[in-house]
């Protein structure tokens, strides 16, 4: 019940396409739901966050939607470039909570030029 | 601003030897740090946990751990490494309401 489902495991998409990564959580109580996106050799940084009161939240090129009936969420890269080439992780968590964070597996997206 | 700092970069060290990687933030008091460990293009692995100095909760048994001996260090131990520990080790900490987590730069290390 603690895990966070991502798919698909790798993506290759042409540039100017809109990849589309998606997640699953079984824990209604989860409130905050991370993405973060990682380069070769480097943390993983915070990308864009979302609440499950809201359905959608975009930012730049960068859109999350939610599903809160579905107990799902997913991350769509606008015109993506070959620079958005990384490895995404989504997370949920509880806010308020000292509790650990769960986090998908990732999924490495390469953009081909 | 908050600011973590997480040392050395890159490691290499023989079978045997003992560990020691340190991790400091900057900017935010009494935060929740953690340590994880990444395989090769592979996913996050927590390893310890940290609500406050002296709280460690371990997450994966096995040749390592952890303590915090100061609010905002932390520190990730072995007294011997094996050929499997070697991996990218990733500091991270986060502090409420929102508690996402931000992360280090890591350090690679490699046992040979």
């Known amino acids: 019940q603690q895990q966070v489902k991502q798919s698909p495991q790798s993506l290759i998409v042409q540039k100017g396409g809109i990849p589309i990564i998606n997640c699953a959580y079984e824990n209604t109580a989860f409130d905050y739901f991370p993405w973060y996106q990682q380069f070769p050799g480097k943390g993983p940084a915070l990308l864009i966050a979302?609440?499950?009161?809201?359905s959608e939240k975009k930012e730049g090129r960068f859109t999350i939607s939610f599903n809160k009936s579905a107990k799902q969420f997913s991350l769509h890269i606008m015109d993506s470039q070959p620079g958005d080439s990384a490895t995404y992780f989504c997370?949920?968590?509880?806010?308020?909570?000292?509790?650990?964070?769960?986090f998908g597996k990732g999924t490495r997206l390469h953009i081909l030029p | 601003s908050q600011t973590i700092h997480q040392w050395p970069a890159t490691l290499v060290q023989p079978v045997g030897s003992p560990l020691s990687l340190e991790c400091t933030v900057e900017?935010?008091?009494?935060?929740?740090l953690y340590w994880y460990r990444q395989a090769a293009g592979r996913g996050l692995q927590l390893l310890f946990y940290s609500v406050g100095i002296g709280q460690i909760s371990s997450e994966v048994p096995q040749n390592l751990s952890a303590s915090r001996p100061q609010d905002r260090q932390f520190i990730l131990s072995s007294k011997k490494l094996l050929l499997s520990d070697s991996g990218f080790y990733l500091c991270?900490?986060?502090?409420?309401?929102?508690?996402?987590?931000?992360f280090g730069q890591g350090t690679r290390l490699t046992v040979v």
């Open positions: 991270a900490w986060s502090s409420q309401p929102n508690t996402e987590a931000f």
């Open positions: 979302i609440r499950p009161d809201v």
């Open positions: 997370a949920a968590l509880l806010v308020n909570r000292d509790d650990k964070i769960i």
């Open positions: 900017g935010t008091s009494n935060p929740n």
